[in-house]
Every structure is written in structure tokens, then in C-alpha cells.
């Protein structure tokens, strides 16, 4: 989504195509990416991602109700 033309966010969660959502990031370049931890782990491992772990500025742990 493009909440105005300076700021573009997307998520990244299981079920969905990774390659669909890698080709998603690679044309968009986001500056947030809203994701489960399984899926921002398995986009970190992938050899050619433009997603880095170390790139993390903010990480909130989903916690269980």
C-alpha cells in the first residue's frame, strides 16, 4: 500500500508466493515491510533478497491471547 507517494509499506506472511512477494519487494523498494517472522526469516535466507535482517529497525514479537 502507498499511504502517500513518499512512504510505500507491504506484508510478507506464509501462503502467500514468495516469488510473487520477492518481485513485489525488488519493484517497490518499501520502506516498511510488515511481516510474520517465518517469512521475514525465510526472505533473509534467500541468496539474492534485498531483505537483510540487519536492516531491522523495529521488530515486535507476537505474543499469544
Given at each position: 500500500?502507498?499511504?502517500?507517494?513518499?512512504?510505500?509499506?507491504?506484508s510478507i506472511i506464509g501462503g502467500m508466493s514468495k516469488q510473487k512477494q520477492l518481485r513485489i519487494i525488488?519493484?517497490?523498494?518499501?520502506?516498511?515491510?510488515?511481516?510474520?517472522?517465518?517469512?521475514?526469516?525465510?526472505?533473509?535466507?534467500?541468496?539474492?533478497?534485498?531483505?537483510?535482517?540487519?536492516?531491522?529497525?523495529?521488530?515486535?514479537?507476537?505474543?499469544?491471547?
Amino acid at each position: 500500500k502507498n499511504i502517500d507517494s513518499k512512504l510505500s509499506i507491504i506484508s510478507i506472511i506464509g501462503g502467500m508466493s514468495k516469488q510473487k512477494q520477492l518481485r513485489i519487494i525488488r519493484q517497490r523498494r518499501p520502506h516498511i515491510i510488515i511481516g510474520t517472522p517465518g517469512r521475514i526469516i525465510n526472505f533473509s535466507k534467500i541468496k539474492f533478497s534485498t531483505l537483510s535482517i540487519s536492516n531491522i529497525s523495529l521488530l515486535i514479537k507476537p505474543t499469544e491471547s
